[in-house]
């Protein structure tokens, strides 16, 4: 794996932070004030590779080793406004990665679960978490695609890897009312996709063309 570099040591970039709000998530039409201010306020650089610290906040997705990513900021900000994350809701995320996403979500939720089949990713993501003074999240390891049945249901699920269809497990563990993003498709060809559950109704709307790593598992593709 990539090292991960640590906050501590980089100082202040809350100048750096406040740009990058601006410029790639406010100019893009983003407007969720509480979604803005966790952006502003978590300090990506804790949670980026240390080679690529120097573009902790530039518009790109970075590698983080173990073939997986950390999503560019924008993307990060858009899933998480169509989550539309309230401070009671009970939220699952599916694949932690480095713990950036991870963190933002639990800026704005009551608790988080969140799952990551890689033991290394999960543990590295549960300090750094801890690091930017996060302290209601659930870290598990496991097959992301079945959910955690046993902590739901919840009322937001966010998917951070490509699925070839949307998982019936997690469709299962959402609330009524409850909702639901992630990214379907091939590689190549995905799109990322509003669930909205309502009784034993499943709505979907196509909101972006993207290009995440693929969920793997029994809900997913084969490894």
Known sequence: MIGVGSGEKQGDRAAERAVMVETQLVS????????LEAMRTICREVFVPAPYLEDAYADRAL????GQTISQPYIVAYMTEWLGVESHHHVLEVGTGTGYQTAVLARLARTVVTVERIAELSE???ARVMEVDVANVTFLTGDGGLGAKEFG???RIMVTAAAPRTPR???EQLTDDGRMVLPVGEEG?????L???RGDRFDETNLLRVRFVPLLGEAGFAE
């Open 63 to 66: 590698a983080v080793g173990y």
């Open 124 to 126: 590295t993501a549960r």
């Open 189 to 193: 060809d995905q799109r990322l996709v």
């Open 195 to 197: 669930v909205e559950r």
């Open 28 to 35: 893009r039409g983003l407007r969720d004030v509480r979604v």
């Open 169 to 171: 497990a997690l469709l």
């Open 153 to 155: 249901p919840f009322d």
